[in-house]
């Protein structure tokens, strides 16, 4: 399910950005991503891991999810949100673009 989210979530986000209606739609992939994220590690985790030291591996499965979740959010409330962060990976930076421009 979450999987479709995705595929669904992130072109509307890349076509709607830059605009605040993109804003519910970084929301959502900041709270779809770690679920995605959690829910296959512990698919992984019950398969590989020996039953002994699963609850220690969802554990700390669990921590790691919770810190990306809240890393989301902080580029969500505080950043460009996630969309404009990922297309900004494929922006020339603006330092060489002037200096690119006088020479």
């Not at 020996?50 to 505080?78: D, E, F, M, V, Y």
């Not at 969309?83 to 020479?103: F, N, Q, V, Y």
């Amino acid at each position: 399910m979450s999987n479709k989210a995705l595929a669904v979530l992130f072109p509307v986000g890349f076509i709607l950005s830059p605009s605040f209606i993109c804003w519910p739609v970084d929301i959502a992939v900041g709270v779809v991503i770690p679920y995605h994220m959690h829910a296959g590690v512990t698919g992984v985790i019950e398969d590989y891991v020996p039953r002994n030291q699963q609850p220690l591996a969802k554990g700390g499965l669990l921590l790691i999810s919770l810190i990306t979740a809240l890393g989301l959010l902080k580029i969500n409330l505080c950043g460009q949100g996630i969309t404009e962060s990922i297309k900004a990976l494929w922006r020339e930076p603006k330092a060489k673009a002037g200096a690119a421009a006088t020479a």
